[in-house]
């Protein structure tokens, strides 16, 4: 069975940091792109960022809103994706989920699409 | 940044009864569309890609429609674990990813 499982969170002042662990099982890790997108309380999906994989050299993007404070890693030994949070702001609060990028090719472009996602985990940032 | 505009909010809805929510994106994203099912405290879970290629155990009251700026999810039938919250994904140009804000289904 393809599953993901978020580890890590919880509760942080703001300024500090955290760091969320995500294991991946049933698939092979190693070929696929990885994404991480948050939830805050009562509000809709935001992609945080992805890591692509060992072939396109584990190139990381971000969105703006944490670009230069969070940073995306991978050990493909371990099955494992990671997201280290620096410089926690409250607006950071949020549930947390990796997620499995599908990789599909159309006109000889590859596009990735999230195909499989873990139950997530809840970071708060709160003094 | 491609921005995706979901409507309408909310969709009052009886079961058995059809529902159609729209999605549209601030400029093409060809057919690299997706749409996801969001129920209260799970995680969200793939329904369709490619704009109207449904995904693996999905059931065929769900379909996805369009392409370019506009796109549809139709649910021929509403059944009672139905009632959820729908977002629609564009993944042709990114960084970075981006979501629609979410239709909310609700019994009527």
């Known amino acids: 069975e393809v599953q993901l499982v978020e580890s890590g969170g919880g509760l942080v002042q703001p300024g500090g940091s955290l760091r969320l662990s995500c294991a991946a099982s049933g698939f092979t890790f190693s070929d696929h792109y990885m994404d991480w997108v948050r939830q805050a309380p009562g509000k809709g999906l935001e992609w945080v960022g992805r890591t692509r994989n060992k072939a396109n050299s584990y190139t990381t993007e971000y969105a703006a809103s944490v670009k230069g404070r969070f940073t995306i890693s991978r050990d493909d030994s371990k099955n494992s994706l990671y997201l280290q949070m620096n410089s926690l702001k409250t607006e950071d609060t949020a549930v947390y989920y990796c997620?499995?990028?599908?990789?599909?090719?159309?006109?000889?472009?590859?596009?990735?699409?999230?195909?499989?996602w873990g139950k997530g985990t809840t970071v708060t940032v709160s003094s | 940044e491609i921005v995706m505009t979901q409507s309408p909010a909310t969709l009052s809805v009886s079961p058995g009864e059809r529902a159609t929510l729209s999605c549209r994106a601030s400029q093409s994203v060809s057919s690299n569309l997706a749409w996801y099912q969001q129920k209260r405290g799970q995680a969200p879970r793939l329904l369709i890609y490619?704009?109207?290629t449904r995904a693996t155990g999905i059931p065929a009251r769900f379909s996805g429609s369009g392409s370019g700026t506009e796109f549809t999810l139709t649910i021929s039938s509403l059944q009672s674990e139905d009632f959820a919250v729908y977002y629609c994904?564009?993944?042709?140009?990114?960084?970075?990813?981006?979501f629609g804000q979410g239709t909310k289904v609700e019994i009527k």
């Open positions: 490619g704009a109207s």
């Open positions: 997620a499995r990028a599908k990789t599909t090719v159309s006109n000889y472009y590859y596009y990735y699409y999230m195909d499989v």
């Open positions: 994904q564009q993944y042709n140009n990114w960084p970075p990813v981006t």
